[in-house]
């Protein structure tokens, strides 16, 4: 009874850690969740956790320029009162001026979540302004698959430490199983 068990445990194991370790592993980086509570100008915004958030590898004009409010009425309407998510820079995190440094999601429709920082580029609302980062603003997409089973968000840390933990998991599960195996198919010494 334990070794049917166990065998059919073991492959839904490994698939739970294949599928983890697969997710962990896409171009959507999500750090943190938050509200956007105001727009500072085109790219740059206030949280309702008191970060102020410095949009990755793109530059809007500022204020007094041409196209300044064009960008900061369009950040807007992607973002203000709007649930975030934040891949947040794993080289630096803040710029000079303490705030974080991210690329920013926000969700588009039931399977997709919209590249807030690839939508300023798109729209011609802000250029590339390629920092020394993990970015690389040239590999964007406009849109990124939502994936239903992770809702709500969890930071990619917590994913990786869930991958790590289901794989351990299963690897004492496999040993066990062959020991288990291994014991069964002694044969009994006879005195």
């Given at each position: ?24 592993s896409s171009s959507m980086e999500i750090d943190a ?159």
């Amino acid at each position: 009874m334990k070794r049917k068990l166990l065998s059919f445990l073991v492959p839904i194991v490994l698939i739970l850690s294949f599928l983890l370790v697969a997710h962990s592993s896409s171009s959507m980086e999500i750090d943190a969740t938050t509200v956007v509570s105001k727009v500072i100008d085109g790219d740059t915004f206030d949280t309702t956790s008191e970060d102020r958030i410095r949009l990755a590898d793109v530059d809007t004009p500022e204020k007094g320029e041409s196209g300044y409010y064009e960008a900061k009425n369009f950040l807007t309407s992607l973002v203000y009162n709007k649930q975030v998510c934040l891949d947040i820079d794993d080289v630096y995190e803040t710029d000079k001026y303490g705030r974080l440094v991210c690329v920013v999601y926000v969700r588009h429709n039931s399977t997709h979540f919209k590249n807030v920082n690839k939508a300023l580029l798109v729209e011609d609302y802000a250029v590339i302004w390629n920092f020394n980062n993990e970015f690389d603003p040239y590999t964007w997409t406009l849109y990124c698959p939502k994936e239903e089973s992770l809702e709500p968000f969890l930071p990619t840390s917590q994913l990786y430490m869930i991958a790590i933990a289901v794989t351990v998991i299963s690897a004492i599960i496999v040993f066990v199983l062959y020991k288990m195996r291994r014991v069964s198919a002694k044969p009994s010494s006879s005195s």
